[in-house]
């Protein structure tokens, strides 16, 4: 299932980028998922996953300006200090001091080998938007 899924979007990614080896690739991912249950996408198909995701959402007014998306790649942080560090980075990055750009940090998946995942506990980082109410 998880091949079959992998190939579905390394195809798709191979066609919109013009990647020129997918099977190749296929091929890494076919042994990855072998060894441990699951893989690792690259950085550029990391981006690519996440502009494409936010294209097809259709509920969001702002999917038309997908190819703007930054995303911040925090995938081998593991301590949560550095976890912490990273989400102020991206925050900052984000609300640019007010001119805000559209950027996703992205951290380690759950593992199926170990099992360990970085768990934010609130479903949102932050609001859409916040404002100063008058005491």
């Given amino acids: 299932m998880l091949l079959e899924k992998a190939n579905s979007f390394i195809h798709q990614f191979a066609h919109e980028t013009k990647f020129s080896n997918p099977e190749k690739r296929l091929a890494e991912i076919a042994t ?3 060894n441990t249950g699951a893989y690792t996408h690259t950085y550029e198909e990391l981006l690519f996953g996440a502009k494409l995701a936010w294209r097809n959402s259709t509920r969001c007014i702002g999917r038309l300006f997908y190819n703007s998306l930054s995303v911040l790649d925090y995938r081998e942080l593991k301590h949560p200090d550095d976890i912490f560090n990273a989400t102020c980075d991206y925050l ?13 940090a992205v951290f380690a998946p759950r593992h199926p080998e170990n099992n360990s995942s970085i768990r934010f506990w609130n ?11 008058d005491n």
């Fill in 92 to 104: 900052k990055f984000a609300t640019n001091d007010g001119k805000i750009k559209s950027a996703i």
């Fill in 32 to 34: 990855e998922i072998a």
């Fill in 123 to 133: 479903n949102k980082l932050i609001r859409y938007a916040g404002y100063q109410k």
